[in-house]
């Protein structure tokens, strides 16, 4: 018997939750070997789900609701669900469909193999915008080239784990958590699947642009200190240009004498120098604030309550 234990981070899916529901048990209620829990985290939704979810019936999976007190990001609903996930294998999944059900015997059948990690791999983004495929791709490359460990490119939250890689993840302490960082981090045996990846099944994504370019600060802040030191070689470059120049206009002042041209160029200088040293304490300040905000200890999120109904396997 294996247990398996789904994370569905859920934030206003009330329309999608049943399909959802029905798409899986399809998939697992046929396996037999497999004894499945669905911990459904209620990421502060402003909708009906909670009240979905806890309607939800679906023998012989046993539905854990983690309610929690707001909205904190899928971030941190992932990380209450595997604080509540039970499964020798635990595999995040989002409510929408996105991450196809179907994908989960094959992943199952890689770590009977001996993988610990099984990645699914999105090799179809078809689905998605351009301007979210170009970004996401953007991102990618920046992140992977000045931040490491290096994240598989195309890569979400849906994977499965073994519970070595869950205990590695819960005993990781930080309380700003980019998952998709995190879960590079901890390593072990990493097998990959490829899948198309479909369109939501109902309602509307919940990271617009602004929300995505922060989140993407988030994971090159979290995983490389490369932005803070790049200064100091700037600052490096740009004094050894100014002293070059400043020798330069000595030995002219000796042979020329002294004239008042350059108020252009000076503007400029001075202009374009202010903006990269506002740049790089905007930099510092990214930092120091995560800095700030990680030294308060909060903890990642609050639980209202737990709902368990225990069904039998
Ligand atoms: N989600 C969440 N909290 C949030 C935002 C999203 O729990 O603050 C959940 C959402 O309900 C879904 C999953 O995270 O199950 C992925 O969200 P979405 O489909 O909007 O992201 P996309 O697929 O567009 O990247
Ligand atoms: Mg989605």
Redesign the pocket.
């Known amino acids: 018997m294996i247990e398996l234990s789904l994370v569905?981070?859920?934030?206003?899916?009330a329309d999608a939750l049943a399909l959802f529901v029905q798409r899986v048990g399809a998939v697992l209620r046929p396996l037999t070997e497999i004894s499945t829990e669905l911990v459904f985290?209620n990421?502060g939704s402003t909708d009906n789900s909670l009240d979905v979810l806890l309607a939800l019936k679906a023998p012989p999976f046993r539905i854990k609701v983690v309610d929690l007190s707001r909205?904190f990001?899928?971030e941190a609903?992932l990380t209450a669900g595997l604080q509540n996930a039970g499964g020798q294998v635990v595999v995040p999944i989002?409510?929408?469909l996105?991450d196809p059900p179907e994908l989960i015997p094959a992943m199952i059948a890689k770590w009977r193999e001996g993988y610990e990690v099984v990645l699914a791999r999105r090799v179809d983004r078809a689905a998605d915008s351009w301007a979210k495929r170009a970004s996401a791709s953007a991102f990618y490359r920046l992140h992977n080239k000045i931040a490491s460990p290096q994240i598989p490119e195309n890569v979400g939250d849906f994977r499965l784990m073994d519970r070595r890689v869950v205990e590695a993840l819960k005993s990781l302490p930080e309380s700003q958590r980019f998952m998709k960082g995190l879960f590079a981090w901890v390593g072990f045996r990493t097998a990959t699947i490829d899948y198309a990846r479909p369109e939501?099944s109902a309602g509307s994504?919940?990271?617009n642009g602004w929300r995505l370019w922060n989140f993407a600060i988030e994971g090159v802040t979290s995983f490389s200190s490369y932005p803070l030191r790049v200064w100091t070689y700037l600052g490096a470059v740009v004094s050894l240009f100014s002293f070059l120049f400043a020798i330069g206009v000595v030995i002219r002042v000796f042979l020329f004498g002294i004239d008042v041209p350059g108020y252009a160029s000076l503007f400029v200088a001075i202009n374009f120098l202010g903006g990269v040293q506002l740049i790089g304490i905007g930099i510092l300040g990214e930092y120091l604030g995560r800095n700030y905000f990680e030294s308060k200890r909060r903890p990642v999120y609050l639980v209202r309550h737990i709902y368990d109904d225990q069904a039998k396997q």
């Open positions: 569905v981070p859920v934030y206003n899916e985290v990421d909205n990001g899928k609903a989002d409510a929408d996105q939501r994504t919940k990271f």
